[in-house]
């Protein structure tokens, strides 16, 4: 079964700096499956970013996705108050579904 | 408008078996590629996939739970149905649905539902 790493576990930054996350694969994942959530406390998850790049319906252009194989990564440019919350990435298989285990992004 | 909310009890007791129902609408679940998913997240922690069931009644389930799972649906009443039994405090978790488009993402997800298991 794929395992995805992410890392860091916590990033600590400052409104208006950029973001990195990143998502690790153990084995080779197709980038048409893999996708970024975004939640907030108390709240389900937010599609993001599916097909690794493609932005969903309403997310601001400061969000983008690349990475191909096994190496994923997840960039917010300028962080705006609203972007502190928790980012996991997931990958579909055909009879299986993984999900990181998450960045918690916070306010320094 | 696509919804999906999660319904059953919010409180049961280890080695119970546990019934959740998913009740949607805005799609149908006999439409082509159309899948629902539930996925669960204990306080604090990561989400973990549960199971699917597919258009064509096509069923999966996460590796380490097999055997406790079963999930189900009833397209004329547009809902979905998780079981789980044998539940222990460690399945205190909230349990989501959500819809899963054909390249594999959750693009609508219910509020979830917290359930715990205490005695």
């Known amino acids: 079964e794929i395992v995805l790493t992410q890392s860091p576990g916590t990033l600590s930054l400052s409104p208006g700096e950029g973001a990195t996350l990143s998502c690790r694969a153990s084995?080779?994942?197709?980038?048409?499956?893999l996708t970024w959530y975004q939640q907030k406390p108390g709240q389900a998850p937010r599609l993001l970013i599916y097909?690794?790049?493609n932005r969903a319906t309403g997310i601001p252009d400061r969000f983008s996705g690349s990475g191909s194989g096994t190496d994923f990564t997840l960039s917010i440019s300028r962080l705006e108050p609203e972007d502190f919350a928790v980012y996991f990435c997931?990958?579909?298989?055909?009879?299986?579904?993984?999900f990181g285990q998450g960045t918690r992004l916070e306010i320094k | 408008q696509v919804t999906l909310k999660e319904s059953g009890p919010a409180l049961v007791k280890p080695t119970q078996t546990l019934t959740l129902t998913c009740t949607f609408s805005?799609?149908?679940?006999?439409?082509?590629?159309?899948?629902v998913s539930w996925t669960r997240q204990p306080p604090g922690k990561a989400l973990e996939w549960l199971a699917r069931?597919?258009?064509?009644?096509?069923?999966f389930y996460s590796t380490s739970l097999k055997t406790r799972l079963t999930i189900s649906k009833d397209t004329s009443k547009n809902q979905v149905v998780l079981t789980m039994t044998n539940m222990d405090p460690v399945d205190t978790a909230t349990y989501y649905c959500?819809?899963?488009?054909?390249?594999?993402?959750?693009?609508?997800w219910g509020q979830g539902t917290l359930v715990t298991v205490s005695s």
């Open positions: 097909a690794t790049s």
């Open positions: 805005g799609f149908s679940l006999s439409t082509d590629g159309m899948r």
């Open positions: 084995q080779s994942v197709s980038s048409d499956y």
């Open positions: 997931q990958r579909y298989g055909s009879s299986s579904i993984t």
């Open positions: 069931i597919d258009w064509d009644d096509d069923k």
């Open positions: 959500a819809r899963i488009t054909p390249l594999g993402y959750f693009d609508y």
